[in-house]
């Protein structure tokens, strides 16, 4: 083991037991060896105890650590605090502009568990009333995280689209060519994309990315073709491999070289599939007997529901939050700031919510004829409750049940946790049913059909969260809620104005699930969901 590689361990060892609140001198002697032995370059290979002990700044203590970890490769109190610390939270150590007491602060007070956690946590600005904390030291922990995932290889649909616009832009004036397009699975709107991929009919040595600015090093290949072979270069680059294989099963009957791929796929004698359905999930037999759907468009929007504000954890007034959901030209807005439960995003106890209640009838009276819905998110409670009693409940026009908390459940129990919220009365919308953090946390496991099921016999529908880090429910179950006849809610999860544009990435993400305007909860006019809401309540 190298001088390095143990003062690396004994500065984690250091960096737990303060997480902990251990000892402080051992955890200031680990540190300051830690330190020390990062400086020198002496190998301390093959020392004995007694050699180890006579080094300057190492004591008989330290000395004893490091000879432990040279003979065996590993360090007991190491083993002793790791054991009691999750894998995240380890990780977390690595976040540059917070030390151990801040993760720990993080880990028992917003009960944030990893990287990834984190970074969402920032995103609903939790860190900005945190003691210690603040909007500055917010801003730092998000760009570091940032960096780190996206250093992995692998990134958000959202940090990759306007790059990747932006490229094509490039190519085309560099190039002079019109002939250059999105492809693979950026083309698809895939919700996790490997990299850039860019069909071009010109030559490869006019193509030059060296003045291009790629601000996340976001991997670029570009596929080069003659113009006579860019709808089928085009084609066969944006499908998925399931897609092209399904479509092996046909005969092509026609042009060599199609000018469009409309033209193609009438060659197989199919309707025209949209990139973003290129899966291999059905799509085929459904353009074989036109039946494929109009997908929806951001313009079948008419309102916003589940938003957040000052009253819990949102950066922006409501007053601010409804303006801007108008000035989109939106004609509803529904808040669900957190209920009293969620202490972690400063849940409204039952004053501010009668508080908001007054405002939202004050601002509506101002705003009409757009409408502020007054709704919640409430937390489902770890036996499936909703938070708050029946009277604070029913003053609700409609109710987004989420859960938030105690997320560590088997398929059995979680599961249970959903039917039960489903089944109360109260209950409008199932909020991110699985709880997923995207390239940062799991959901927790659920038995899908189960839940839709249950969704469809209350009469509840879903949301796709419209948060890029989220997009839950996958849009791979959106044909069976369609099947089983359930509105699906695009929501932003919106904590300050800027949020609401995040409609766009569920809008991506709801037609990869073949998402119609009429399958769409706020597809529907301010005069039908008003209905729809009033039905559900009776």
């Known amino acids: 083991m190298t001088t390095e590689e143990i003062a690396k361990k004994l500065n984690l060892t250091a960096q737990l037991?303060?997480?902990?609140?251990?000892?402080?001198?051992?955890?200031?002697?680990?540190?300051?060896?830690?330190?020390?032995?990062?400086?020198?370059?002496?190998?301390?290979?093959?020392?004995?105890?007694?050699?180890?002990?006579?080094?300057?700044?190492?004591?008989?203590?330290?000395?004893?650590?490091?000879?432990?970890?040279?003979?065996?490769?590993?360090?007991?109190?190491?083993?002793?605090?790791?054991?009691?610390?999750?894998?995240?939270?380890?990780?977390?150590?690595?976040?540059?502009?917070?030390?151990?007491?801040?993760?720990?602060?993080?880990?028992?007070?917003?009960?944030?568990?990893?990287?990834?956690?984190?970074?969402y946590a920032c995103n609903e600005n939790r860190l900005v009333e945190l003691k210690g904390f603040g909007e500055k030291t917010q801003a730092a922990v998000k760009k570091f995280i940032e960096f780190s995932m996206e250093s992995k290889g692998k990134f958000h649909y959202a940090a990759c689209e306007k790059t990747a616009l932006a490229l094509v832009e490039f190519l085309k004036k560099q190039t002079g060519s019109e002939f250059i397009s999105l492809s693979g699975d950026i083309r698809r709107k895939s919700i996790i994309i490997l990299g850039i991929e860019i069909v071009a009919a010109v030559p490869e040595k006019k193509i030059n990315l060296l003045n291009f600015e790629n601000p996340r090093n976001i991997p670029v290949h570009v596929h080069t073709c003659e113009e006579d072979e860019f709808a089928e270069v085009l084609f066969r680059t944006t499908a998925s491999p399931s897609h092209l294989k399904q479509l092996e099963t046909f005969s092509y009957r026609g042009e060599l070289h199609p000018e469009t791929e409309e033209e193609l796929y009438a060659g197989y004698e199919l309707d025209y599939i949209e990139p973003e359905l290129r899966e291999g999930r059905g799509e085929i037999m459904l353009a074989q007997h036109s039946k494929l759907p109009k997908l929806i468009e951001e313009t079948d929007l008419k309102g916003v529901l589940h938003n957040h504000s000052k009253y819990s954890d949102g950066m922006s007034s409501l007053s601010q939050m409804a303006e801007a959901c108008r000035t989109l030209g939106y004609s509803y807005f529904g808040i669900c700031d957190h209920s009293q439960s969620a202490f972690y995003a400063n849940g409204m106890k039952v004053y501010s919510v009668q508080e908001q209640q007054l405002e939202i009838d004050e601002l509506n009276k101002k705003m009409f004829p757009f409408k502020i819905f007054k709704g919640i998110e409430s937390d489902i409670l770890n036996n499936g409750s909703l938070d708050y009693e029946k009277e604070i409940l029913e003053t609700f026009d409609f109710v987004v049940a989420s859960v938030h908390s105690n997320l560590k459940m088997d398929k059995e129990k979680a599961t249970a946790r959903l039917l039960k919220a489903i089944e109360n009365p109260f209950t409008t919308i199932l909020g991110h049913p699985t709880g997923r953090l995207l390239l940062s946390r799991e959901g927790y496991p659920i038995d899908h059909k189960k839940i839709i099921d249950a969704c469809a016999a209350n009469g509840v529908a879903i949301e796709l969260n419209a948060h890029p880090y989220r997009l839950d429910i996958d849009w791979t179950w959106i044909p069976y809620c369609i099947e089983k006849g359930i509105m699906i809610s695009i929501n932003p999860d919106a904590h300050e104005t800027a949020g609401l544009l995040d409609l766009h990435w569920g809008i991506a993400a709801a037609r990869k699930g073949m998402l119609t305007k009429e399958t769409c909860l706020n597809a529907m006019s301010l005069e039908e969901i008003t209905k729809w809401f009033g039905a559900k309540k009776k």
């Open 17 to 119: 037991q303060e997480l902990h609140g251990q000892n402080p001198f051992k955890v200031k002697a680990l540190t300051n060896a830690a330190f020390r032995l990062k400086k020198t370059e002496i190998s301390l290979e093959g020392k004995s105890l007694e050699e180890l002990t006579a080094m300057e700044g190492i004591g008989k203590g330290i000395a004893a650590k490091i000879f432990e970890l040279q003979t065996t490769g590993k360090l007991k109190e190491l083993e002793e605090v790791l054991s009691i610390t999750p894998l995240g939270v380890v990780e977390m150590l690595h976040i540059k502009g917070i030390g151990p007491k801040k993760v720990a602060q993080l880990w028992k007070e917003l009960e944030v568990e990893s990287p990834g956690e984190l970074l």
